[in-house]
């Protein structure tokens, strides 16, 4: 009676994340199939007009600045994420390894920084970017995502770092090993699953990112988000080119994310088991 409840739960767990996995990809199966059918037979369910197919949609995204803009979310979010890397994992080191004071509720002070509202950050740096001459410039943009993904990256590594164990620094310290010889050759080879899971998910912050890219850049510098507006008009609305870009803007993300899937895995139960 027990085996049968528990493949009866088995079933039942397998049968509602199918149904959620459906559901979940049903706009992304949908988005598909708009970007290969022709505008006056956009919204024709297709048994009614199954031969109606067109690659038009493509010539249009391609005559448009979303390719250029797509080149500016790869430069900006890449450029964002590696500086955040640079200066987030020593500063997560010197939190979790540091024997600082509060480093709890600087932790945590950190993440309620991510969580703060982005129009609480970007008119400051709107005012700022105004009088240095920083608008409508991909340097700029690659400063203003690093408020996003620098007080993530920091908090993960603290995570990551706080793992491993302190008597294996202070044996590494005892063999006359430097400071960045521990961090760079012990601490971090020990926390490749939560240096990758945070600079995917890091990076994932700010290629999805469309506000701060709306209100600091505009025309050639601005992210592919931002450029998806640019098909919709007073006149018309392009749906099949914009499920088209929707499409290109997430196919980067996908064998990215197949790759550091287990790093991410890994990061979330616990790398380093003390």
Same mark, same amino acid.
């Given at each position: 009676?027990?085996?049968?409840?528990?493949?009866?739960?088995?079933?039942?767990?397998?049968?509602?994340?199918?149904?959620?996995?459906?559901?979940?990809?049903?706009?992304?199966?949908?988005?598909?199939?708009?970007?290969?059918?022709?505008?006056?037979?956009?919204?024709?369910?297709?048994?009614?007009?199954?031969?109606?197919?067109?690659?038009?949609?493509?010539?249009?995204?391609? $005559?448009?600045?979303?390719? @250029? &803009?797509? *080149?500016?979310?790869?430069?900006? /979010?890449?450029?964002?994420?590696?500086? !955040? +890397? %640079?200066?987030?994992?020593?500063?997560?080191?010197?939190?979790?390894?540091?024997?600082?004071?509060?480093?709890?509720?600087?932790?945590?002070?950190?993440?309620?920084?991510?969580?703060?509202?982005?129009?609480?950050?970007?008119?400051?740096?709107?005012?700022?970017?105004?009088?240095?001459?920083?608008?409508?410039?991909?340097?700029?943009?690659?400063?203003?995502?690093?408020?996003?993904?620098?007080?993530?990256?920091?908090?993960?590594?603290?995570?990551?770092?706080?793992?491993?164990?302190?008597?294996?620094?202070?044996?590494?310290?005892?063999?006359?090993?430097?400071?960045?010889?521990?961090?760079?050759?012990?601490?971090?080879?020990?926390? $490749?699953?939560?240096?990758? @899971? &945070?600079? *995917?998910?890091?990076?994932?912050? /700010?290629?999805?990112?469309?506000?701060? !890219? +709306? %209100?600091?850049?505009?025309?050639?510098?601005?992210?592919?988000?931002?450029?998806?507006?640019?098909?919709?008009?007073?006149?018309?609305?392009?749906?099949?080119?914009?499920?088209?870009?929707?499409?290109?803007?997430?196919?980067?993300?996908?064998?990215?994310?197949?790759?550091?899937?287990?790093?991410?895995?890994?990061?979330?139960?616990?790398?380093?088991?003390?």
């Amino acid at each position: 009676m027990i085996d049968r409840r528990t493949g009866y739960r088995f079933a039942l767990g397998r049968l509602m994340m199918i149904v959620l996995l459906c559901f979940a990809l049903l706009p992304v199966l949908w988005s598909i199939v708009l970007t290969f059918r022709p505008k006056i037979s956009l919204f024709t369910p297709i048994w009614e007009a199954p031969l109606a197919w067109s690659l038009d949609n493509f010539g249009a995204l391609a $005559r448009s600045d979303f390719p @250029a &803009a797509l *080149i500016n979310s790869l430069i900006t /979010a890449g450029g964002a994420t590696i500086l !955040a +890397l %640079i200066v987030g994992i020593p500063a997560g080191f010197a939190l979790a390894k540091g024997g600082l004071r509060g480093t709890f509720q600087t932790s945590w002070a950190l993440l309620l920084l991510r969580m703060a509202p982005p129009i609480g950050i970007v008119l400051p740096l709107f005012l700022t970017y105004l009088n240095l001459g920083l608008l409508n410039t991909r340097v700029g943009l690659t400063f203003a995502y690093m408020s996003l993904t620098l007080p993530f990256v920091v908090w993960s590594m603290w995570t990551s770092f706080s793992q491993i164990p302190s008597e294996l620094i202070e044996a590494a310290a005892i063999d006359g090993a430097t400071l960045p010889q521990i961090l760079w050759k012990i601490v971090l080879p020990l926390s $490749r699953p939560g240096v990758v @899971a &945070a600079a *995917i998910l890091g990076f994932l912050l /700010a290629w999805n990112d469309f506000f701060f !890219a +709306l %209100i600091l850049t505009r025309g050639q510098t601005a992210t592919a988000p931002v450029a998806i507006m640019n098909f919709v008009s007073y006149a018309s609305v392009e749906w099949g080119a914009i499920a088209l870009a929707t499409i290109v803007l997430t196919l980067p993300i996908v064998p990215v994310i197949m790759f550091a899937n287990r790093y991410i895995v890994q990061s979330l139960g616990g790398a380093v088991k003390g």
